[in-house]
């Protein structure tokens, strides 16, 4: 089991930057899967970026090139940078792990891109 707890969400212009961090309860060095997702209202959850033992990641069409998902296993801590926000990123976005093909989740922090 993983507890995980997201921070660093808030309000930001867009061409802002933004990041999230996602502290977890356990060492992090031995979960396979570890990523991000968010909401928007509205709309189903989806996958935004997600890092694999061994370096393998994928990150959303729409956010390639501008946000980066790493890992800091002495800090039990996952982090989203997002840079040039949009508008369209405005979400919940949540952290999520899997362990032994379980799914945990965090409770989320919102992100809002607005002028």
């Known amino acids: 089991q993983v507890q995980l707890v997201e921070s660093g969400g808030g309000l930001v212009q867009p061409g802002g930057s933004l990041r999230l961090s996602c502290a977890a309860s356990r060492s992090i060095f031995s979960i396979y899967g570890m990523g991000w997702y968010r909401q928007a209202p509205g709309k189903q959850r989806e996958l935004v970026a997600r890092?694999?033992?061994?370096?393998?990641?994928n990150y959303a069409e729409s956010v390639k090139g501008r946000f980066t998902i790493s890992r800091d296993g002495a800090k039990k801590t996952v982090y989203l940078q997002m840079n040039n926000l949009k508008p369209e990123d405005t979400a919940v976005y949540y952290c999520?792990?899997?362990?032994?093909?379980?799914?945990?989740w965090g409770r989320g922090t919102q992100v809002t891109v607005s002028s």
């Open positions: 890092d694999t033992i061994g370096g393998n990641t």
């Open positions: 999520n792990a899997v362990i032994n093909a379980y799914d945990y």
